[in-house]
């Protein structure tokens, strides 16, 4: 069975501060505002409708828990770098984004992801240098792999592998498409080895 199959939601907060406690590895997924990061999740967990999806974006606002069957959880953060949001709100999420990166002592890795036609736009790159210090993992998935041709598809993956080990040598990488439902086995693989290495999972 799938690592990611029947989560289920938890909770939605406001700030860390309102997380549950840290009793168990937690997975984190960011990236930009309509990076397809709520469809990436959706996709690994087998549902449609676990993370929501909207044409709208800048709309995941709240820090989304969904906790797996073997007691970790998956942390849908707020997309980040959308245009049409205040700068004050802007400024809020940022922050919460950086408060809960650095300081969630059971964060486990980092799922980063990028549109694969702009990966490592600043914003991104801001996120790898948030997280990348605390010596964690980071696992890009490169979304909509599916709207580029398989020439593109190589190119795009040769080239943002160069810019994560410029960034990071904890940095992996990988293509993914929701659309297409290719690349989950790849990202299982990948993700599901933090767990193996906490104890607590």
Request: glycine share 8%; with cysteine.
């Amino acid at each position: 069975m799938s690592l990611f199959r029947h989560a289920e939601f938890e909770i939605s907060v406001a700030s860390p501060a309102g997380l549950p406690p840290p009793f168990a590895p937690e997975i984190a997924f960011a990236g930009r505002s309509n990076a397809g990061k709520s469809s990436a999740i959706n996709t690994l967990v087998g549902h449609t409708r676990l993370a929501f999806v909207s044409k709208t974006p800048g709309r995941t606002q709240l820090i989304n828990v969904f906790r797996m069957k073997n007691g970790a959880a998956l942390v849908d953060l707020p997309g980040y770098g959308y245009a049409d949001v205040p700068e004050k709100v802007r400024r809020q999420w940022g922050e919460l984004l950086e408060n809960y990166l650095t300081r969630r002592p059971n964060l486990s890795g980092l799922v980063l992801i990028m549109d694969a036609r702009r990966p490592f736009t600043p914003l991104d790159r801001q996120m790898v240098g948030w997280f990348a210090p605390t010596g964690k993992p980071i696992h890009c998935l490169l979304t909509k792999a599916d709207k580029l041709t398989r020439q593109e598809q190589a190119k795009t993956l040769s080239a943002a592998k160069v810019e994560a080990a410029r960034l990071g040598d904890k940095i992996t990488l990988q293509l993914f498409s929701s659309l297409k439902k290719t690349g989950m086995d790849e990202a299982e693989a990948a993700i599901g080895t933090w767990l193996d290495q906490n104890p607590r999972a």
